[in-house]
């Protein structure tokens, strides 16, 4: 049937002729919409290629100019390139947190205006974080360098001045050269990135990569490393394994003649840790790395228990007189959870607290005095006792003392170290144990090597004191015989001569 079948395929011409319309009209929509986000990408590429606080290029824009620039150094072989790269300190955070954020931003445009004022015809600046630039910049000399780096730092650390406030910022510039310190882009951020590290650990105005500090990375990592092994699985128990607690007295005397007598008997307990191949390595080593990587918050909760279990066997036995002092980094005091920590470490041994006192950095007080002073208060209600440790090394002024809720001051060191011939320490010695007494805290001193210095704090006033004329951290065997020899000798302590302190 011819007629129909005709009519048949025309249908299906006009069905088919539909469709293609339809997808026509569908891939012209489809053509439009690529053509909207395309337009959009280029949109959003242009606002992540400049900063929008600065207007500085950011790090999208900095890894095609690093590339043009190596390429072209790579044919000019005569040519070496510094990359500088500067990062806003602590200060900056601060405005972060306090100010407004119009503040904030303010700063920011200042100070990149500043920095691009400081930039030659070749020389890049890039915005590469909130807090962070790099610049590029033809290497000659040395000398010249270090002239432009401290121009930077004078440009960070001179006044922002905005609407009444006065706000100072400090920086951290860490330095690699092409080529001398690698080829490629990654190898030279990377060096400079180690650089800046450094600086803001030496607290220097700038660094300057060098091979060594690499290597110094990697036995930072190494110990790093060697820790987290240390303090791994089965358990905390394990910990024991490689950390042992030493005790170093801390007495309070009084003079009798030539002779001291001993009223009180403390001793703080110094962490020491044994590892299987470097041997013993001390605190000054691991303590900053473990603080630095959290690692600290297991080893302090090891500590804890162990002194917990060290205070109730001593408390069955003829050393039951004996309180320890525990030291507390600035990260184990901040974590909310270190009241929590003594409370179940205590929990079965209540009488243990009143035998403890915390060792606390003077740092670790006035980085947030609000903060601090609420976690103060929790210890206190808890029981125990507060010491600020290293006292006068931090930028808090003994004015500020009284704001917070203490028992003793321990007067740092360095200053003891002078005592009596240096006239400025004794000056500042003397002035500690005046307002400790006027606040009514109790005073100690560390670091007593020499009985000159014993009888100069004696007179000045301050009687309990720790150091090697006493004695070296002991084991906790060493420790035990220690006091047993001052309570079977009628608590008399015989200082004649310093002691040697090698
Ligand atoms: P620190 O709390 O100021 O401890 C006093 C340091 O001075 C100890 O060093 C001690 O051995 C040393 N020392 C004591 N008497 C004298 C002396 O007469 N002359 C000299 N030159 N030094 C003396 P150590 O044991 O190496 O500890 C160093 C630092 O490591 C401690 O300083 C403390 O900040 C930290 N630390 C030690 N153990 C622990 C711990 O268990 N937890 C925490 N968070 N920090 C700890
Ligand atoms: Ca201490
Ligand atoms: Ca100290």
């Not at 539909?18 to 990408?41: F, M």
């Not at 990359?83 to 920011?108: C, H, N």
């Not at 170290?417 to 100690?444: F, T, Y």
Request: contains cysteine.
């Amino acid at each position: 049937m011819p007629q129909h079948d005709s009519s048949h395929s025309q249908a299906q011409g006009l069905i088919l002729q539909e469709e293609l319309k339809i997808l026509r009209e569908k891939n012209q929509q489809l053509q439009q919409q690529l053509e909207i986000s395309q337009q959009r990408h280029r949109e959003v590429e242009q606002r992540l290629a400049l900063h929008p606080i600065s207007g500085l290029p950011t790090h999208y824009m900095m890894e095609a100019q690093i590339q043009e620039l190596l390429s072209a150094a790579e044919k000019d072989s005569f040519h070496s390139y510094a990359f500088v790269l500067i990062q806003l300190g602590p200060a900056y955070d601060m405005v972060k947190r306090t100010m407004k954020s119009s503040v904030t931003e303010w700063v920011l445009y200042q100070l990149s205006q500043r920095l691009n004022l400081l930039l030659g015809t070749d020389d890049h600046i890039f915005h590469t974080r909130e807090n962070e630039f790099l610049i590029l910049r033809r290497y000659d000399e040395e000398s010249v360098l270090t002239s432009f780096l401290t121009l930077i730092q004078h440009q960070v650390t001179e006044p922002h001045i905005f609407s009444g406030f006065n706000l100072t910022l400090e920086s951290w510039i860490g330095v690699s050269l092409y080529p001398q310190h690698g080829i490629d882009r990654s190898a030279l951020l990377h060096g400079a990135d180690i650089a800046l590290g450094h600086c803001q650990e030496l607290k220097a105005p700038f660094v300057i990569f060098d091979v060594s500090l690499e290597k110094r990375v990697l036995e930072k990592m190494e110990l790093q490393n060697a820790i987290i092994k240390a303090i791994e699985a089965p358990a905390l128990k394990a910990i024991g394994h490689q950390f042992e607690l030493y005790f170093q007295p801390k007495l309070t005397l009084a003079r009798q003649g030539q002779a001291w007598s001993v009223k009180g008997i403390q001793a703080e307990v110094l962490l020491r840790w044994n590892h299987p191949t470097k041997g013993q390595i001390q605190p000054s080593q691991f303590i900053p790395i473990a603080e630095e990587t959290g690692l600290i918050m297991p080893i302090g909760k090891w500590s804890l228990y162990q002194v917990v279990e060290q205070l109730k066997d001593w408390g069955e036995t003829a050393f039951g007189e004996v309180q320890l002092a525990f030291n507390v980094s600035a990260r184990q005091f901040r974590s909310h959870d270190l009241v929590e920590i003594f409370q179940k470490a205590t929990r079965k041994h209540k009488t243990v607290v009143e035998k403890l006192t915390l060792e606390v950095t003077e740092t670790s007080l006035f980085e947030d005095p609000l903060e601090a002073e609420q976690i103060l208060k929790a210890f206190k209600n808890f029981g125990l006792k507060i010491s600020v440790d290293d006292f006068g090394t931090g930028f808090s002024s003994l004015s500020h003392l009284h704001k917070f809720t203490l028992d003793e001051i321990k007067i740092d060191q360095s200053f003891v170290r002078g005592l009596p011939e240096n006239p400025q320490d004794l000056a500042i010695v003397r002035s500690l144990i005046s307002i400790a007494k006027e606040l009514n805290l109790h005073i100690v001193a560390e670091g007593v090597e020499t009985l000159n210095q014993l009888e100069e704090l004696a007179d000045l006033g301050c009687q309990t004191v720790q150091g090697y004329l006493i004695s070296r951290p002991l084991t906790r065997a060493g420790f035990e015989s220690f006091v047993h020899k001052l309570q079977t000798n009628g608590r008399c302590l015989e200082l004649t001569s310093p002691l040697e302190t090698a």
